[in-house]
């Protein structure tokens, strides 16, 4: 694969295509009640064309990432004064490319191979809505983020609560490619008050809809033995906001 389909369509499996003409009772609106913020979608997309974008994703953008990492603070414990009264910010650690400048790096490499212009395909749009139950703003975010052997991303709720526009929710959608060293990363979210749910991120080509904010956090990427070479995932990033209206 020399660069993604210019159609968020054509990269769907059959059920994907299913879910994308609403034929799929289960997806459509999966998230559109807070109660129920989390939908892992495994097999939506072709398996042959995700391990073609894991590649070329690991080829095209892989030098145009920068590395994230927000430790654990040491003051944490130190600054401590009485007992059970643990207060720690999110952690993470990764690499990154914020797909926001059209005159960065990573933005012309994302262009080069056309995932700009895929995910600006109406099919893209079209298939969050109907995870979302209703319609999204036209403006979005784009970020790529790749995991390795170790990263993570520790328990955090991503509410933004200065910002009106996201302070009552909003939609993250995630295209995940895990290369085949990767042996096993999970998410794991709230429910009821409790870190009860996981789902299975570490798939070929997934899908993932988050109805945010909420806690989760993503578990230790795990390498297969003696496969650390192509043990990375590669996550597509798009952030929506609520529109006003019925769902289209």
Same mark, same amino acid.
């Given at each position: 694969?020399?660069?993604?389909?210019?159609? +968020?369509?054509?990269?769907?499996?059959?059920?994907?295509?299913?879910?994308?003409?609403?034929?799929?009772?289960?997806?459509?609106?999966?998230?559109?009640?807070?109660?129920?913020? +989390?939908?892992?979608?495994?097999?939506?997309?072709?398996?042959?064309?995700?391990?073609?974008?894991?590649?070329?994703?690991?080829?095209?953008?892989?030098? $145009?990432?920068?590395?994230?990492? =927000?430790?654990?603070?040491?003051?944490?414990?130190?600054? =401590?004064?009485?007992?059970? =009264?643990?207060?720690?910010?999110?952690?993470?650690?990764?690499?990154?490319?914020?797909?926001?400048?059209?005159?960065?790096?990573?933005?012309?490499?994302?262009?080069?191979?056309?995932?700009? !212009?895929?995910?600006?395909?109406?099919?893209?749009?079209?298939?969050?809505?109907?995870?979302?139950?209703?319609?999204?703003?036209?403006?979005?975010?784009?970020?790529?983020?790749?995991?390795?052997?170790?990263?993570?991303?520790?328990?955090?709720?991503? $509410?933004?609560?200065?910002?009106?526009?996201?302070?009552?929710?909003?939609?993250?959608? $995630?295209?995940? +490619?895990?290369?085949?060293?990767?042996?096993?990363?999970?998410? /794991?979210?709230?429910?009821?008050?409790? +870190?009860?749910?996981?789902?299975? /991120? !570490?798939?070929?080509?997934?899908?993932?809809?988050?109805?945010?904010?909420?806690?989760?956090?993503?578990?230790?990427?795990?390498?297969?033995?003696?496969?650390?070479?192509?043990?990375?995932?590669?996550?597509?990033?798009?952030?929506?906001?609520?529109?006003?209206?019925?769902?289209?």
């Amino acid at each position: 694969m020399k660069a993604l389909p210019k159609d +968020f369509a054509d990269l769907l499996s059959a059920r994907g295509r299913r879910i994308l003409e609403g034929r799929d009772r289960g997806v459509r609106g999966a998230i559109a009640d807070p109660r129920r913020p +989390f939908l892992a979608l495994d097999g939506a997309l072709d398996r042959d064309k995700a391990a073609a974008v894991w590649r070329l994703l690991d080829r095209a953008l892989g030098p $145009h990432l920068v590395k994230l990492s =927000q430790p654990v603070p040491p003051e944490s414990i130190s600054g =401590q004064t009485r007992k059970y =009264q643990e207060r720690l910010r999110k952690t993470v650690r990764n690499r990154t490319a914020y797909l926001e400048r059209r005159d960065s790096r990573a933005w012309r490499a994302a262009e080069e191979i056309g995932l700009i !212009a895929m995910t600006a395909s109406d099919s893209y749009r079209r298939f969050v809505e109907i995870v979302a139950g209703r319609p999204l703003a036209r403006k979005f975010g784009r970020q790529l983020l790749c995991y390795g052997p170790g990263d993570y991303a520790g328990p955090h709720t991503d $509410h933004h609560p200065e910002d009106p526009r996201a302070a009552s929710g909003y939609i993250d959608f $995630h295209l995940s +490619f895990a290369g085949p060293g990767v042996q096993r990363q999970l998410l /794991v979210y709230a429910r009821d008050g409790h +870190f009860t749910e996981e789902a299975d /991120v !570490a798939t070929a080509g997934g899908i993932s809809a988050y109805r945010l904010p909420f806690w989760h956090f993503t578990t230790p990427l795990k390498a297969r033995p003696g496969q650390e070479a192509t043990a990375r995932r590669w996550v597509v990033l798009g952030t929506f906001l609520f529109d006003e209206g019925p769902c289209r």
